[in-house]
């Protein structure tokens, strides 16, 4: 039971104790959260050959650096990938918000008369595809695209998910803003930049963090497409080539009088983890409060 007395708010006591446990709750839920990264970074200072005897655990055992050197080895490729990762990260986002911000918003337009015919278009490529030899041919012999850095830019820049979402969240926003607007004067321009944009917040911040996943994660189309040739690659491909060059070494060395254990292997691939996660992590806060719906809750005039 809740009571004011003199503007403040006191709660009883089964209050107190059900407000309790729900902060001991979500406290541990956030520690289960936050135990697996912790287990990460533990086991990437940590031996390998404790690592193999013992498992893994919450303190780094016999703690070495070992793995960080590995990784840190051509610190100039590093830091050249890092470098190609964050353009190609920044400048895909912001443009596949543009783009997908415009092809959602026409796509709910009630007075676009094709918008069903090219949703169902978007959609259909959901269910089937070409496949992997028709879209490396497209890439490399048709656009001329081998060894160029589009060829990992360009298929991430929209997805068919995302503009359906996009849509969807779009498609919220009272059509009555749009009528306004063309009532005051405004073009389709100007009422999308002006009145549409500024509702969707929530909606390009968590479009905007996909896309920047799908370019920081992307090592497959660099694989395909950016050969040895190409003097920085993305940073995700640049850290699984390490990965498979210890993997080689550790294969050739195998039946030969050199400890095999004594390759880091295991500590290898979280130390890259360690790498690859902690600057996308840091991305998170600032988007996570555009998270919460209900923006355009009284946008629209009485």
Request: hydrophobic share 50%; with cysteine; net charge positive.
């Amino acid at each position: 039971m809740i009571t004011v007395q003199k503007n403040k708010i006191k709660l009883d006591k089964s209050d107190i104790v059900v407000k309790g446990f729900a902060y001991i709750f979500i406290a541990l839920f956030a520690l289960a959260c936050l135990i697996p990264f912790i287990l990460m970074v533990s086991t990437s200072f940590s031996t390998e050959n404790l690592i193999r005897k013992s498992g893994f655990a919450l303190i780094p055992k016999g703690f070495t650096t070992y793995a960080y050197e590995l990784v840190f080895r051509n610190s100039k490729q590093l830091l050249g990938s890092y470098v190609v990762t964050i353009i190609m990260t920044g400048g895909g986002t912001l443009l596949g918000l543009f783009i997908i911000s415009m092809t959602g918003y026409a796509l709910q337009r009630k007075d676009f008369p094709f918008r069903n015919q090219i949703s169902f278009y978007i959609y259909f490529t959901t269910l089937f595809s070409g496949g992997l030899v028709p879209f490396y041919l497209l890439m490399t012999k048709y656009l001329g695209l081998k060894d160029n850095y589009l060829a990992v830019f360009l298929p991430l820049l929209m997805s068919p998910w995302l503009i359906i979402l996009m849509k969807n969240f779009i498609k919220a926003i009272p059509f009555e803003i749009t009528e306004s607007g063309k009532i005051d004067g405004a073009g389709d321009v100007m009422i999308f930049t002006k009145l549409i944009l500024p509702m969707l917040k929530p909606a390009l911040a968590t479009i905007g963090l996909f896309l920047a996943l799908g370019y920081w994660n992307e090592w497959y189309n660099s694989m395909l497409f950016l050969s040895a040739s190409v003097e920085y690659r993305p940073l995700q491909y640049h850290l699984y080539k390490i990965v498979n060059e210890v993997v080689a070494l550790k294969n050739s060395v195998a039946g030969s009088n050199v400890p095999v254990t004594s390759l880091p292997l295991e500590t290898l691939k979280m130390a890259i983890a360690v790498v690859a996660t902690g600057p996308i992590i840091l991305l998170y806060p600032f988007v996570q409060r555009y998270f919460i719906a209900g923006i355009t809750i009284g946008a629209v005039k009485g």
